[in-house]
């Protein structure tokens, strides 16, 4: 009787899924293997991957770096709140999801402002005498806007685990010999590993996919498969070749999480299930 | 006995302006078993914290070997510390987290896989090096935090709580299975516990806390047989404490009646507290007895029956193996040796009266349930 009205209760999630998720995926997968002018089968849309694969190499290059910065600063500020009184952690939680308030996209625009040839800091720059420099359209610029835009992201998994983390295990270790440093080497860092994996999955999948950082901080030398798969539907009109770029992006988002969960789940509370 | 290892001088501590320690003055001496005893709230985990390294005193010194260690930061200690509910690593398994101190102290692998094996053989954990933590029962992990703490040979074991979260029987067996390792290694333990049995079962000395206070120190046997006051009395198993009077040396009145003690050295006349063990107290036919009196209410506890009798108003508990209804008239008597003459105190009046016997007795129990942090 229970489970029927379970299931009963999921039944609208489960056709909602259906309908915008399974459905759409088939559709990516059939456009994906047939030929735009005839609607045949055929392998020739991911044959014409090849030419791509550069582009998907640095996306998932920025990402990682993105990724991997987003954790050495995000790190030590979840260790920060999550050590705070019960009163400071909340605040410091909403301070640290405001951005995530505002749009992305205007949140990726005002970087343009500041960053671009005429703007904030280029201006103050040559008001100083140093002189404009090109900030925008740079790899640089890129990452610092995955890395802004992802960073809670981080930031809320490694707290979430940190907080866990029993104080007495602390005083275990202090008692058997560790000073401060090897405290944090042999407990708290092992400790956090789950948040670690969860932080890096959780920048790393949004990162590796977007298109409109790169679009508005990026130059021709930093175009991602986000962007690719985009121009693919909007300009290029081969929406065949986009959905062989999707299903590839797609496969590889699922290998990153599946090794990411396959570490997590030796350790204990992985905070994405 | 051996020499003197610890010593605490005039030891306060105080959280937001709340005393927590009054003026401790302790030593323990090298391969001896001292156990902190005392309800919630007493200090006596705040004391073992203090040694451990964990907590820094208001005032007062810490002695260690001579030596004042008050700024000796706790990984700098002789000591090793068996936590309450343990605090064992749930990312390391049984040999790694035993090996924990050694890998930190950075012994050569021979000598720590020398001195884990040897600890697993004595904590009788053969065989279970690589299971992860959380898949040992209460007592098995309770024997790796012991391992964990001993494999490093502290000069000092300090036990906090340690067989709390254990049922009553395995909690028996640790107990011999604690003093057996503390002869066999020949070190200090200092063992933190509120529980009064637990105490009197293991120690070589019992420091009983209450407030913040020591209230007494002795051994085992002096604690229950010479109670400083009604406190200890009352902590330390289960007591009827009555008003008196000494009229001269072994010569005590109440109840409107002289009895013979064995106490000595109160000024004449002083009013006291008179301690009268329930298990000591012998029953007669009324006739007989020095005191006759109605028995209002009998339960059954498996070795014996407590009784409650009521002598003029004032109810008793008795302990005895023979069954006397509720409702019967009983006479008792009382040898010298088991009353016991106490000075009066602060906690005078405070303990020591069966009439709320039920209620008294859910207070303990509710005592035993809470742990101290």
Known sequence: MKKNNSALLSTPYILWMVAFTLIPLGVVVYYALTDPATGEFTWGNLRDLNQYWGVLGQSIGYSLVSALICLLLGYPVAYYIAHRSPTAQKMLYMLVMLPMCMSFLLRTLAWVGLLQDTGIINDFLAFIGVGRIQLIRTPGAVVLGMVYNYLPYMILPLYATIVKIDHRLVEAAEDLGCSGVQVFGRVILPLSVPGILSGITMVFVPAVSTFYISQKLGGTDTVLIGDVIERQFKQGNNPNLGAALSLVLMILVFICTGIMNRFGSDEEGGVIA | ?373
Not at chain 2, 178 to 186: C, D, E, S
Request: charged letters at 25%.
């Open chain 2, 1 to 373: 006995m051996s020499k003197e290892l610890i010593r605490l001088r005039d030891l306060t501590m105080e959280f937001d302006g709340e005393r927590i320690l009054d003026g401790i003055n302790l030593y323990f001496n090298d391969h001896e078993f001292l156990t902190l005893l005392g309800p919630s709230g007493c200090g006596k985990t705040t004391t073992l914290r203090i040694i451990g390294g964990f907590l820094k005193p208001t005032s007062g010194t810490v002695t260690f070997d001579g030596k004042v260690i008050n700024d000796v930061p706790p990984y700098k200690r002789q000591i090793n510390t068996v936590f309450q509910r343990y605090a064992l690593f749930p990312h390391l398994d049984v040999y790694d987290n035993i090996a924990f101190g050694l890998k930190v102290a950075k012994l050569s692998k021979d000598e720590i896989d020398r001195r884990v094996n040897e600890m697993l053989e004595i904590v009788s954990l053969k065989g279970y090096e690589n299971r992860r933590i959380d898949n040992l029962s209460g007592g098995q992990q309770q024997r790796v935090a012991i391992a964990r703490a001993l494999v490093n040979r502290p000069k000092v074991l300090l036990l906090d709580e340690p067989l709390a979260a254990l049922d009553l029987r395995l909690r028996k067996d640790m107990q011999n299975e604690l003093k057996r390792i503390q002869q066999a290694m020949g070190i200090t333990f200092i063992y933190v516990t509120h529980d009064q049995e637990e105490a009197l079962s293991m120690s070589d000395t019992v420091v009983v806390m209450d407030k913040g206070r020591i209230q007494q120190i002795g051994r085992p046997e002096d604690i229950y047989n010479e109670p400083k006051n009604a406190f200890v009395a009352d902590f330390i198993g289960e007591s009827n404490i009555l008003d008196g009077v000494m009229l001269a040396d072994y010569k005590v009145r109440f109840f409107g009646r002289t009895f013979e003690c064995v106490d000595s050295g109160f000024a004449p006349n002083e009013p006291v507290d008179v301690v009268i063990r329930p298990e000591d107290i012998d029953i007669v036919p009324p006739s007989e007895g020095h005191l006759v009196g109605t028995v209002t209410s009998v339960t059954f506890k498996g070795l014996n029956y407590d009784i409650i009798v009521e002598f003029k108003g004032f109810k008793w508990l008795i302990q005895t193996t023979d069954f006397h209804a509720a409702g019967s008239t009983i006479g008792i008597r009382l040898n010298p040796e088991d009353i016991h003459i106490m000075h009066k105190s602060d906690y005078s009046g405070m303990f020591g009266d069966y009439s709320s016997y039920s209620a008294e007795y859910d207070e303990l129990t509710e005592d035993a349930g809470d742990e101290e942090e």
